[in-house]
C-alpha cells in the first residue's frame, strides 16, 4: 500500500493550499481516508476524514469552515482544500486511510509520508 501526498509549500496568511493524496495498492473505496498533521513539538492530530463513498466528513473544531476533504474513488485519490491558512496550520500533514472507522479517533491502517505546509505572515 502506498499513500503518496502532493501540494504542501510555502504560503502566507490568508492563502490557499490544496493537497493531494494518490493510493495504491488497495481498495480505495473500502477505506476512510483523512488528513492528520502534525507540528514541530506536538502530537501528530487528526484534521479530517472521509467516509467511504465520500457522503460524510468530519474536520477538527480548528479548521472547520476554511478546510474541505474529498474523494475521488475513480481517482484512487482524496484531496484537501485548505483555504484562509494562518501560521497556526504549518504542519506536516499526513494522509491516512482505515478500513473500518469513520471518526476522529480513527487509527489509521496506513499512513503516507507526509508533506510539508509552512504558513508565514
Known amino acids: 500500500v502506498q499513500l503518496v501526498e502532493s501540494g504542501g509549500g510555502s504560503v502566507q496568511t490568508g492563502a490557499s493550499l490544496r493537497l493531494s493524496c494518490a493510493a495504491s495498492?488497495?481498495?480505495?473505496?473500502?477505506?476512510?481516508m483523512g488528513w492528520f498533521r502534525q507540528a514541530p513539538g506536538k502530537e501528530r492530530e487528526f484534521v479530517t476524514a472521509v467516509s467511504w463513498s465520500g457522503d460524510n466528513t468530519l474536520y477538527a473544531d480548528d479548521v472547520k469552515g476554511r478546510f474541505t476533504i474529498s474523494r475521488d474513488n475513480a481517482k484512487n485519490t482524496v484531496y484537501l482544500q485548505m483555504n484562509s491558512l494562518k501560521r497556526e496550520d504549518t504542519a506536516v500533514y499526513y494522509c491516512?486511510?482505515?478500513?473500518?472507522?469513520?471518526?476522529?479517533?480513527?487509527?489509521?491502517?496506513?499512513w503516507g509520508q507526509g508533506t510539508q505546509v509552512t504558513v508565514s505572515s
Open positions: 495498492g488497495l481498495t480505495f473505496s473500502s477505506y476512510v
Open positions: 491516512a486511510a482505515n478500513r473500518r472507522v469513520f471518526g476522529t479517533r480513527m487509527r489509521p491502517d496506513y
